[in-house]
């Protein structure tokens, strides 16, 4: 599966952006869907995940509460709704895909090119 996000800029801090990500390919495979960021000089980590149904969802404990991941099936998509963003949210958010709701990066089968969020504090 393809995957092509998009959504991101610079915002100020506090502000909120929403992010998406289209699937494209085998979607007729079900896919958990979800969030990673990589920061500079810093590993890529977890921020959220979905599971293909949208039954169960997955965050990261420095986001919960202020993201929420949700996808739509009917357009092979994923969004990541990001409010009250701080500094440290700034990063290279990537779109993953897997069998089950991705949460750890090396175990991801397929990644999108992502989209670079930048707060200014």
């Known amino acids: 599966v393809q995957l092509q996000a998009s959504g991101g800029g610079l915002v100020q801090a506090g502000g909120s952006l929403r992010l998406s990500c289209v699937a494209s390919?085998?979607?007729?495979?079900?896919?958990?869907m979800g969030w990673f960021r990589q920061a500079p000089w810093k590993e890529r980590e977890f921020v959220a995940a979905?599971?293909?149904?949208?039954?169960?969802?997955y965050y990261a404990h420095s986001v919960k509460g202020r993201f929420t991941i949700s996808r739509d099936n009917a357009k092979n998509a994923v969004y990541l709704q990001t409010n009250d963003l701080k500094s440290e949210d700034t990063a290279v958010y990537y779109c993953?895909?897997?069998?089950?709701?991705?949460?750890?990066?090396?175990?991801?089968?397929?990644w999108g090119q992502g989209t670079q969020v930048t707060v200014s504090s």
């Open positions: 993953a895909a897997d069998r089950e709701p991705p949460t750890v990066a090396n175990w991801v089968g397929s």
């Open positions: 390919g085998r979607t007729d495979t079900k896919y958990g």
């Open positions: 979905i599971a293909s149904n949208g039954g169960k969802t």
